[in-house]
């Protein structure tokens, strides 16, 4: 276990500098003057003028060479500084926090949510199969074929404006979170109750299955023993994977719901060409994935120590 | 009271027979074996007294069981506590995640109904009497064939069922461990009954009771052991104990050979860092037909890797006396379909070996006749073939290629008994013709004995 | 065992998120809620003080009525002495900032003195010294005569704050005003809650509390209107308009702006230097169709930038109407030759031009298509390219750019000189405004206008420049602006303001 | 290998041929092109003159549904193939070549892991906005790692296989190995990821329309399509649905393509 986690800090400290060093190539070979793009988020988008732009550029020291910024960057990244936004001037790191814990609410609310749909659909339909297999396939294959925003916009016409049960947008009650994570949990439970449906059709007809029963225990017994846990080991491994899927449909569905997050954050942050603010999101995003993919290997080898030596 | 009554049983798949109706009747004490090829419908007749066929498939005949008719439903009820069945592969029958103690402890908590203290207790002490006691927490990938089988049977024991069906309960068992299993067998089911299901001759002698031989569904003969074994009436019997290594013709002497091939000094084999064998010392020559015997896990198959240059030898010298190159030195693999490529015809596969080394296409034909080849079998892909067949072509690819050294690895063990017999004796023969050195190699000492000019005999 | 596990954990932190969250003061039925476009990235007035004007937490020295006229605001009045080059204002007493301190001449100085060194508005105004002259009046030294002053003092960059709400830098950590509302939480850069101040001086406000949300897309914010869940939505997309008027609990406000849709023109790029080819690119538009389909006003259609109330530089007789064969004649007379796939060649190079817009206003997107095809008719390829909006600005200072596509807003208050004199008296033009445009007489008359007092005299000289940029359109107008708002019916009392520059929201009351 | 198609890929099959007959051949029965307006004629519902009625541009609807998926199409095929080819070649060689270009090429796998997806391609769509070819390349850098893992996890166990073993002894070479033994192996898998790998382009694509970097007017892009119509849901709701469906309808067949025996 302990050269696991070594192995991994020193995967986070290469991904961290990896990923901010790829994010600053790549913001600085966007075209268009950042001191502009700047003064644009600064000053709202038509009072922004030559006058501005230049202002900007001194007082954020843009006309200095990339090396010296990257160089900056980099010592502060040591210092555990991720430095200053050059659009709000905040510091990244308290932008990021309370971006970051908006989007971990939701992200956390959708993937708890589509467990509690894939899960017990995929073993319904695994044990029952017949017409309840073949809808949850029309179903998800349906789910899967359009992308997450229009599930978003379908789930506002449903849900907020005919029902007017829930908020369209914005953030702040409870309320404002189900249409967002149901959205999230949708997409994301469309293409794991397949998973768990195949997991557990593969269990009830393998023959350590056959032979429990053949032991004399009941149905539900050998579900539990022998079932539940044989299943469990592919699911969080899929789910493990799926984690690096979510970002994608957290950044559409908070421009969607104007949930102030990481995603939505990063989106704009790109076009102001905030570039602090987009290394640290990147570096945070890259963190969490490797933190994420750290649980998930453990909590797989917890599940089936067969997984060799835990590399 | 009989323990078990079937009449007429039949099994169908739509309106095809899979297993022609058959009558049985099993008292106390009593042990049936059913004796037959791979393929000819044995298993189907487990399950279907069982009760657990696959839902395609569909049965008529009645079975009685403990003096109540029951059908496939209600014998649910019995499975583990009257009767139990042991499935062909052990090592899958097992849950992967689990320790073998656990599941033991499992079965007697909740089918036996023993307390949680008295399950562990009974667990350890089965687990102790089959010399397992230091690996009850090992998971299945971390046993032996032979020692998951042995939890198999404890398991399916452990409800105190009286009738219990073993299926192929030796099946991939080297002969030590497969002796074990049976007494194993035979002892459980002192006070209740056994049907035990196996294609091995050896095994149906040593069980004993009364026996069944039946061929593709059909019964053919059926009576007591010791008296088909004696004289078996129907030919397909005569030639299933024909085809037990014990029972094949002594080899005739072989001519000296005089000219070594290779020679083995002080010779330590192993993969990895763990060494499997030390101090070899011998002389293979050319022509010579050398037998290794062995329990598994003893290095058999890494001397024949080191031999040909595979692996490196971990001390000790391997001297080649013949300038013959590299592709001379051939392997033939235990399971063929794995050492075939599926993806194009076997034609397609002999034309890359013939244009590869420009061998001469008219020897081709004259090889295929001796090998038993039809030219229309090259037409189909591995899988299109038996095991036997596959093996054949396997050989026929080497020999074009004039081997001076032909390493056979258990070359018959996955083929039923009667191609078993003919491939081993193909082999040997044809290799004589071609003035190449086999070595083979195989767990059956018997096999070798009547095959081989000289033994090698390898200690774990 | 696991899942239940993980499950009472995703709860857990529901529940605490959401608890810390709800505010025991506004309620749903004391809170007026208003959904806007425009995000506050800062709370410094200079940067993003239009929301706080908006929402009357800050207010200005001077302010600005419906036709454009500048009213007393926190000063009661003012004198121009000394031929423009001294300003005296007299401040208002009974004025209280939000920390209950009283409003001293001194206080105004010094938040006068912190705009002028910031960027914005303050730009480019020859002011010498800002001084207290007693508690009542104040004066504003210029080194020459500066005519747009008055606009410049109602601007959103002037807002007078209590000098505790500034750090040491200058730049505001909070917001202390003199507005009807004070602010009650602040979360940029999306949310801001304002609560009812009772010692205003002015009308004090019947609502309890008001909600500013920035929704970033045009369609989540028709979508809060039509729910219900905002009470007042403005910058509706025109296509959602017609929808919106259907429905029982909202009226649609349609209200038009003094900003207009304008093509800013390179007038130094080589197909687009002569006035014949820019008189065919505005010829080739059809300003009815874009008008009627694609921002649904029909009666939005313009030739001139600037709007009729601006009766100075409104010319009488224009011309909109669309007139392709009289386009297609001008360029040819200039050369040009259409091609087998009917583009417009010259001596091998096509008429092929690019357009800048950007997306944070959504009529601009769809009016740039439209032209794009009315051009493409025409014969010149336009490739449409939808960036930031500082794109524009930077395009002009570096003169890469060919066309752009903007809404500029020429009336901050009723005389757009100040606005002219930034678009086109520059020496290129200005960001916002004409570029490389050679027309000498237009910015020396723009300048005599500075210190022109005679009425006549002054609409004369506005008349001619109109007059010019008309016939010579270095600017291509396609459309005034037309701005929908949504309004609930449970208000009363709403009132559009023009100039963008308040949402009125003490004189809105609930509806019993 | 192609007859070996199960029931739902013979359905996916016919049905991604019938969207590509109308991608060419849509065109082609109507005149008048994708981005001609006329904004006399706008929303105009699905009529004998305009099959599928005309935009809020008055642009003819099924002309330009027919340009969005060729340009769906060709992005889909585009990006498999360049994919599918970098991602197999990377992972025979890795499984096949020396330790440290196995360990090089999965660094640089989790470096792009690490980075989510739709990052990347919002930050190569904003070095050129607009374009289809940047588009391309972002999507592919991403894609190609499914493909990579894939073939190299099949190549690893298949080198220490019988069969290879069998092939080196009788002195075959490394490419007759990879033709005869890799190659069959991998192939099969190969499909279902590219048809997955199709779909998740598309939606890729569609997606980056919603947050506006996708494609520039006046190309006809299905997602970019989604989010102009998305106003009009009330007063013309055929015209939201037309592209909605389309995308779904591209997408399920690639999708169904996929799915052959495995699910």
């Known amino acids: 276990m302990r050269a696991l986690l070594l192995k991994r800090l020193l995967q986070l400290v290469a991904v961290s500098w990896g990923v901010g060093t790829l994010t600053f190539i790549l913001m600085r070979s966007l075209p268009g003057d950042m001191a502009y793009r700047i003064a644009a988020s600064r000053y709202g988008m038509d009072a922004v003028d030559n006058r501005a732009a230049d202002l900007v550029r001194e007082e954020l020291g843009l006309n200095h060479s990339a ?27 308290t932008q990021l926090w309370h971006m970051l814990g908006h989007s971990v609410v939701l992200a956390v609310a959708g993937i708890l949510l589509s467990i509690l749909i894939a899960i017990p659909l995929g073993l319904a339909s695994a044990f029952k199969g017949g017409w309840l297999d073949r809808s949850l396939l029309m179903v998800s294959t349906t789910l899967r074929a359009v992308p997450v925003f229009v599930i978003g916009l379908l789930a506002i016409i449903m849900f907020a404006l005919e029902w007017n049960l829930f908020p369209v947008a914005g953030f702040g009650t409870p309320a404002h979170l189900v249409l967002p994570a149901l959205t999230l949990a949708l997409s994301l439970a469309a293409i794991s109750n397949r998973v768990v449906h195949t997991e557990a059709r593969r269990v009830f007809g393998s023959s350590f299955f056959e032979f429990a029963r053949m032991k004399g225990l009941s149905p539900s017994q050998t579900f539990m023993h022998h079932g539940a846990r044989n299943i469990a080991v592919p699911v969080v491994a899929f789910l493990g994977i799926q984690l690096i899927t979510v970002v994608e449909g957290v950044v559409m569905i908070e421009s969607l719901f104007s949930w102030p997050g990481i995603g939505h954050g990063l989106a704009h942050a790109i076009f102001a060409r905030d570039i602090p603010l987009i290394q640290g999101a990147a570096l945070m995003m890259g963190v969490l994935f490797v933190v994420m993919n750290t649980l998930v290997d453990i909590a797989c080898h917890y599940l089936d120590p067969r997984g060799g030596q835990l590399a | 009271m009989s323990l078990i009554h079937i009449e007429n049983l039949a099994v169908y798949a739509g309106n095809t027979e899979l297993l022609a109706p058959i009558s049985l009747t099993l008292e106390k004490g009593q042990r049936l074996t059913i004796l037959g090829q791979t393929g000819s419908g044995k298993s189907l007749l487990a399950q279907a007294i069982m009760g657990n066929l696959p839902n395609s498939l569909r049965t008529e005949g009645r079975v009685t069981l403990f003096g109540e008719e029951v059908n496939a439903k209600q014998r649910q009820r019995f499975w583990g506590r009257r009767i139990s069945m042991l499935p062909q592969e052990p090592w899958n029958s097992l849950d992967p995640l689990m320790g073998a103690q656990q599941q033991l402890e499992q079965t007697y908590r909740m089918v036996a109904g023993e307390s949680a203290a008295n399950a562990q207790q009974k667990a350890a002490y089965t687990l102790a009497l089959q010399g397992l006691q230091d690996s009850g927490h090992k998971r299945v990938d971390q046993l032996s064939g032979g020692m998951a089988q042995r939890v198999a049977i404890a398991c399916a024991m452990a409800g105190g069922a009286p009738v219990l069906l073993a299926d192929e309960p030796t099946k991939g068992l080297d002969v030590s461990r497969r002796d074990q ?40 003969e059926q009576g007591n052991t010791s008296d088909i074994l004696s004289a078996p009436q129907h030919p397909f019997t005569k030639a299933l104990i024909e085809a037990d290594p014990v029972n094949w013709p002594d080899k005739t002497p072989a001519s000296s050979h005089k000219t070594p091939l290779v020679e083995v000094q002080d010779l330590t084999i192993g993969r990895g860092n763990k060494a499997l064998s030390k101090h070899l010392n011998f002389t293979l020559h050319q022509g010579e037909v050398v037998g290794v015997v062995g329990d598994s896990g003893c290095g058999k198959s890494t001397l024949g890797d080191t031999l040909l240059g595979v692996h490196q030898a971990m001390e000790g010298t391997i001297l080649r006396h013949s300038q013959a190159p590299l592709h001379q030195w051939q392997k033939l693999y235990q399971d063929p379909t794995a050492a075939v490529s599926r993806a194009v015809s076997l034609a397609t596969l002999l034309e890359d070996t013939v244009k590869l080394h420009k061998i001469d296409r008219a020897r081709i034909a004259p090889l295929m006749r001796q090998l038993g080849l039809d030219e229309a079998l090259l037409q189909r892909n591995s899988e299109g073939v038996s095991g ?7 050989m026929l690819r080497a020999l074009l290629l004039d081997p001076v050294f032909l390493f056979a690895d258990e070359p018959t063990s996955r083929l039923d008994p009667i191609t078993a017999k003919e491939v081993s004796q193909l082999l040997v023969d044809v290799a004589k013709q071609n003035g190449c050195a086999v070595m083979l190699v195989s767990h059956d000492p018997d096999l070798i004995e009547k095959r081989c000019d000289r033994v090698i005999r390898l200690d774990a | 065992m696991q899942f239940v596990k993980a499950t009472a954990f995703g709860a857990l932190t529901l529940f605490t998120f959401a608890a810390s969250t709800l505010q025991a003061a506004p309620t749903e039925q004391n809170t007026v809620k208003i ?30 009525d419906t036709q454009g ?34 409003m001293t001449a001194a206080d105004v100085v010094a938040a006068l003195n912190l705009a002028k060194s910031k960027p914005g508005a303050w730009q480019g105004v020859p002011v010498t010294n800002i001084k207290v002259v007693d508690e009542q009046h104040i004066d504003i030294e210029l080194s020459t005569a500066y005519q747009p002053l008055g606009a410049i003092l109602a601007n959103y960059a002037s807002a007078i704050l209590a000098p505790e709400s500034f750090g040491a830098d200058g730049v505001a950590t909070q917001v202390i005003g003199t507005g009807p509302f004070r602010t009650y939480e602040i979360n940029t850069p999306h949310r ?18 008001v909600r500013y949300l920035t929704g970033h897309r045009a369609e989540a914010r028709v979508l809060q209107a039509r729910s219900g869940q905002a009470d007042i939505v403005f910058g509706l997309d025109p296509a959602a308009a017609p929808m919106l008027k259907r429905l029982p609990n909202l009226s649609v406000i349609r209200s038009d702006l003094p900003r207009t849709l304008v093509v800013k023109v390179n007038a130094a790029h080589p197909d687009m230097k002569t006035v014949e080819a820019r008189q065919a690119l505005s010829l080739a538009l059809n300003r009815r169709g874009i008008a009627a389909a694609v921002l649904r006003a029909p009666e939005a259609a313009t030739a001139q930038i600037l709007p009729s109330y601006m009766a100075d530089w409104h010319l009488a007789d224009t011309n909109i109407e669309q007139d392709l064969a009289q386009a297609k004649a001008l360029l040819h007379a200039q050369g040009w030759q259409e091609n087998s796939e009917g583009w417009l060649e010259k001596d091998g190079k096509l008429f092929e031009i690019d357009m800048i817009t950007y997306a944070d206003r959504p009529e601009l997107t769809t009016v740039a298509t439209a032209i794009q095809d009315q051009w493409r008719q025409l014969g010149v390829k336009l490739n449409v390219s939808i960036t930031n909006s500082s794109a524009i600005p930077a395009g002009h200072a570096d003169n890469s750019l060919d066309t752009a596509l903007m809404a500029r807003n020429y009336g901050t208050i009723a005389d757009p000189l100040g606005i002219l004199l930034k678009d086109l008296a520059g020496e290129k033009g200005g960001d916002w405004g004409a570029m490389n445009w050679d027309n000498e007489s237009v910015k020396t008359s723009l300048n005599e206008l500075l210190s022109e007092s005679d009425a006549n005299a002054y609409r004369q000289k506005a008349q001619t420049i109109a007059q010019a940029i008309y016939d010579e359109r270095p600017l291509i107008p396609v459309a005034s602006y037309v701005q929908q708002t949504a309004v609930t019916k449970k208000l009363d009392g709403f009132r559009f303001d023009p100039y963008e520059r308040s949402y009125f929201l003490n004189e809105l009351s609930w509806v019993k | 290998m192609i007859s070996s198609l199960s029931r739902t890929q013979k359905t996916g099959a016919g049905l991604l041929l019938l969207l590509v007959a109308y991608a060419i051949f849509g065109p082609m029965l109507q005149n008048g092109d994708a981005t001609a307006q006329d904004l006399n004629h706008i929303l105009t519902p699905p009529n004998s003159e305009f099959w599928l009625g005309t935009d809020h541009f008055g642009r003819n609807m099924w002309i330009r549904l027919a340009d969005a998926l060729q340009l769906s199409l060709m992005m889909a095929a585009l990006c498999v193939l360049t994919s599918a080819v970098i991602g197999v070649t990377a992972g025979v060689l890795a499984a096949t070549g020396g330790r440290w270009l196995d360990r090089g090429l999965d660094a640089l796998v989790t470096m792009i892991l690490a980075l989510p997806g739709l990052v990347l391609v919002l930050i190569f769509a904003a070095i050129v906005p607009g374009s289809f070819w940047m588009l391309y390349v972002a999507i592919s850098l991403i894609q190609w790692i499914e493909y990579f893992r894939v073939s190299r996890a099949i190549t690893q166990r298949l080198t220490r296989s019988p069969e290879v073993q069998s092939s080196k002894l009788m002195g075959f070479g490394q490419w007759y190995i990879f033709r005869r033994h890799y190659w069959p192996a991998i192939a099969p898998q190969l499909f279902t990821i590219a048809a997955f790998g199709a779909a998740n382009a598309i939606l890729m694509m569609a997606s980056l329309g919603f947050v506006y970097v996708g494609i520039q007017p006046p190309l006809a892009e299905l997602g970019l399509m989604i989010v102009e119509h998305f106003p009009y849901y009330s007063d013309a709701p055929w015209l939201l649905a037309q592209p909605l469906l389309l995308l779904a309808l591209v997408v399920l067949a690639c999708h169904l393509m996929g799915r052959g025996r495995t699910q």
């Open chain 3, 69 to 102: 006229n500048l009213i007393p605001g926190l000063a009661t009045e003012w004198q121009i002495l000394e031929q423009g080059k001294r300003w005296r204002l007299s401040l208002r007493d009974g004025v209280v900032f939000h920390n209950d301190k009283p």
């Open chain 3, 192 to 209: 801001l809650v304002v609560e009812k101040f009772p010692q205003y001086w002015g009308q004090t406000a019947q609502v309890e509390y």
């Open chain 1, 67 to 93: 090396w010296s910024a990257y160089w900056q960057w980099f010592t502060d990244l040591l210092s555990w500084n991720l430095g200053n936004s050059l659009v709000s001037g905040e510091p990244v790191a």
């Open chain 3, 35 to 64: 959904n806007a476009a425009f995000e506050f990235s800062s709370i410094d007035p200079s940067r993003s003080g239009y929301v706080f004007t908006r929402m009357q937490v800050i207010e200005t020295l001077l302010n600005v």
């Open chain 2, 388 to 394: 036997g067949e596959l093996q054949r072509f396997c």
């Open chain 2, 181 to 220: 299993v049976v007494q194993q067998l035979m002892s459980q089911s002192k006070q209740g009954a056994l049907i035990t299901i196996t294609h091995d001759v050896a095994v149906a002698r040593q069980i004993g009771g009364r026996m069944m031989v039946i061929k593709s569904g059909e019964l053919l």
